[in-house]
C-alpha cells in the first residue's frame, strides 16, 4: 500500500511554470493533484530531475483570481501508466516554499513546508 505524508486531492487547476532551473520559461500546464507537499502535472515536455522549478498555481473559482507562487524541485518526469496520455510525462515537483500573490502582483505571506513558517507581507 502506498503511504504518503500529505493526503493528496485530484483537482485541475492552472499551472504556470515561470522557471526551469536557470532558464526563465512561459509554459501552461494544468494539475493533475495536489497537496501541501507538492503537486503532480501532466506535461507534454520532459521535465529534468532534480532541477529547481517556479510555478504559480490559479485556484479557480475567485474573483479576483488568488494565484500561489511555489518554489521546488523536480522529483519526476515519467510517461504514465494510463495509455490515453502516453504522449505526455507524468510531472511531480515539490513545493517547498509558497506565497500567495494578489492580483496586483504584491505577496500577502510567504510560507515554507514543511511545519509552515508565516511571514506577514
Given at each position: 500500500?502506498?503511504?504518503?505524508?500529505?493526503?493528496?486531492?485530484?483537482?485541475?487547476l492552472p499551472l504556470h511554470i515561470v522557471q526551469l532551473g536557470d532558464q526563465k520559461v512561459d509554459r501552461i500546464e494544468k494539475t493533475r493533484d495536489i497537496s501541501s507537499g507538492?503537486?503532480?502535472?501532466?506535461?507534454?515536455?520532459?521535465?529534468?530531475?532534480?532541477?529547481?522549478?517556479?510555478?504559480?498555481?490559479?485556484?479557480?473559482?475567485?474573483?479576483?483570481?488568488?494565484?500561489?507562487?511555489?518554489?521546488?524541485?523536480?522529483?519526476?518526469?515519467?510517461?504514465?501508466?494510463?495509455?490515453?496520455?502516453?504522449?505526455?510525462?507524468?510531472?511531480?515537483?515539490?513545493?517547498?516554499?509558497?506565497?500567495?500573490?494578489?492580483?496586483?502582483?504584491?505577496?500577502?505571506?510567504?510560507?515554507?513546508?514543511?511545519?509552515?513558517?508565516?511571514?506577514?507581507?
Amino acid at each position: 500500500m502506498e503511504q504518503r505524508r500529505a493526503q493528496r486531492y485530484r483537482l485541475q487547476l492552472p499551472l504556470h511554470i515561470v522557471q526551469l532551473g536557470d532558464q526563465k520559461v512561459d509554459r501552461i500546464e494544468k494539475t493533475r493533484d495536489i497537496s501541501s507537499g507538492g503537486v503532480c502535472f501532466l506535461s507534454s515536455d520532459e521535465v529534468e530531475v532534480g532541477g529547481r522549478i517556479e510555478y504559480l498555481i490559479t485556484l479557480s473559482g475567485a474573483n479576483p483570481p488568488v494565484r500561489i507562487r511555489c518554489l521546488g524541485k523536480v522529483l519526476r518526469s515519467t510517461h504514465p501508466t494510463v495509455p490515453a496520455n502516453a504522449s505526455e510525462f507524468e510531472v511531480a515537483v515539490t513545493m517547498e516554499r509558497y506565497q500567495f500573490v494578489r492580483a496586483d502582483g504584491h505577496k500577502t505571506a510567504e510560507f515554507t513546508s514543511p511545519g509552515l513558517s508565516v511571514q506577514a507581507r
